[in-house]
Every structure is written in C-alpha cells, then in structure tokens.
C-alpha cells in the first residue's frame, strides 16, 4: 500500500508535498489533480469517499487528508 | 433549473451527489474566484436531477454544460431534460481526464445530440531552464485602457467553442495582476500573451499572434518574455488542440512536453440544426 504522500508525488512528482501547508495556494494541485486524487486514495485504501467530503479543505495539506482517511477508517 | 446565488451554496449542493462508485464524473474545475466572477454576473445557474448536477452558464450566445454525476446513466437522463429546457441552444461541454476514462460520459452526452468538436491535450514544461530573453524589447504588460482591445482580438481570432474566451471583468483583473503581455504595431496588438500564476504553478491561458502580424517573430518574444517572467514557476501548463501540430511543434520547441490529459470539447446545436 502507497503512502498518501507517494500517492501525491506519483500525481504530481515535481513537487515536494511535505513542506506546503496548502496544496491548492501554492499551486501543486489543481481541481482536477484533487480528482485524481480522490480515485487514487479510494483506490489505494479500498474506500469511497463520499461527494460531501470532496471539498478543497480536506485536500489542501498531509494532515488534512489523514484527518479525512481517518474518517473512512484508515490511519495514513 | 435555479439561479445560484453565492459560492458556498454551489459547493454544498455539487457535494450532495452520491459518490457511487468508479462511475461517478465530473468536468467542473472552476476556482472559487473565477465561480464568483459568474455569480456576480448572474450567469450561473444549477439543475438538479436523480444523483447528478448540471451547473449551466450563459456565456454569450452558447451555453456552458459542467456536471457532477454519480454515474452516466444518470448524467444521460439529466442532459435530456437540460435540452429539453434549452432546445433553441447551443450546449457546449468541455469533457476532462485520461481518454481511457471519457468514453461512459461522452456516450452520455453523445445520446442527447452532442457530437465531438474538438480535441484538447494538456502539455507542461517542468523544471526547463529558463530562455535568454534579454533581446526582447518590445512585449510589454498590457494596461487597463486595453481591455477592449483584447476582448476584440480574442473574438475576431479564437474560436468560442474551443477557447473560452475570457469576459471583460476576467481580463481586467488579468491585466491588473499584470498577467498579460502585449507586442503592439502602431495603436493595433500584433499579438498576446495571457497567463494565470497560483503558487508554484504557471498556467498559459492564450498565445496568439494577429493573422497579419506572423512569420515576424512577434510569437516567439512573446513566450521568450512569458517564460523568463515565469521563471521562478516549478511547473507551466497549457491546454492546446490536439491536430494543431504547428503548435504543438513550438511548444516542444519551448520545453512542454505532452501530459497525458485530453479535452472533449462537445457542442450540440440548436434544435432545428442538430435534426
């Protein structure tokens, strides 16, 4: 199983997810990096995230996205 | 179908479309400043059906199409009652994401008269070095008394359909964070340059030379002057059609390089003209 952020790089290798607070500001995803992104943790973890959670917010950091797995069940 | 009001009602509602599975789709990637310019301008509005959104916007004579879809059956019916309501338009849906996974929605959108106008692919230039642009000397950033003058000279050389041709607040604003570059010829533009930066990321909207102004080089400063005062960007973007290979030839020039993602752009005509 991936870890989130090799999950990140693979979508977008040319940065480094580690240090940005804010992924969407600083440019390192895009809308529709943020729906590859959703495919590929539902893919990896075997869950569904709901379209109520698909909100900029839980994908705009690290913990902000293991706070949203959590939710799911997953410690990322 | 519902006028919307403000960004946040827009968000809740796209968020209450059931995630159902590999089925679920989306083509609407809009920031939040760009949907409020809309809003603003009162040409948003939604349609709500059974597990799936369409988020119409009035841009001129045509009609934008964006949806959020649990699955494409679902989609399907919620295109049908759109034309139903809309039978006298022309739809136009721009349909993005690996042209492996597009097949299921344009089927949907092929089942309610649309048919395929155009192909976009999306290219990046990542980490390239930067060019020597220190011969360029006569692009320059364009200025507010502008703005007409480049609305006018988008609408006489880009196509609507294919390139969403950007309303005049959404230019002011480009000219005003100073993201648009201009070679003139006497009080005409030769040509222009129009790009959007957020963080690291650099996206180049439009680069066009005027008809009676090419094979001089006007082009070629433009993206040289581009790419030097982006040169702090990790990562440029561009969306361009995929049988322009003049194009596509001088973005390789300049270092971009194919990224795998397709654009489906989708028209169904008026009524009268799709039968």
Known sequence: MKSILDILSGIRPEFDFSTSEDYLADGMLDSVDVITLVSDLDRNFAICI??????????????????????????A | ???????????????????LGSGYSTNFFASAAKIDTWIAAGTLSVLQAENALLIVRHDGTLVRIHHVASDPQSLRAALAALVDL?????????????????DGVAGAYRKNGF???????????IASPPLDASDVIDVESAGANDVSRLRDFMERWLDPLSEQIQEPAELAEAVRTNQVLVVRQGNELAGMLIHETIGFSTTLRYWHVDGCHRNRGVGGRLMRAFLDRCASSRRIALWVIANNVDAI?????YGFREEGLSDVIMVRQKEATAR
Do not use: W
């Not at chain 1, 109520?52 to 799911?72: G, H, M, V």
């Not at chain 2, 030839?249 to 020039?253: C, G, N, S, T």
């Open chain 1, 50 to 75: 709901e379209g109520t959670d698909i909100l900029p917010e839980n994908f705009s950091n690290l913990q902000a996205i293991r706070s949203l797995l959590s939710k799911y069940g997953v410690a």
């Open chain 2, 249 to 253: 030839r001088k973005y390789h020039h």
């Open chain 2, 86 to 102: 809309l039978p006298d338009s022309i739809l136009v849906a721009d349909l993005v994401g690996r042209p492996e996974s597009l």
């Open chain 2, 1 to 19: 179908m519902r006028r919307i009001a403000d960004c946040s009602e827009l968000t809740r509602t796209i968020s209450q479309v059931a995630r």
């Open chain 2, 115 to 125: 048919a395929i106008h155009t192909r976009l692919v999306r290219m990046q230039r």
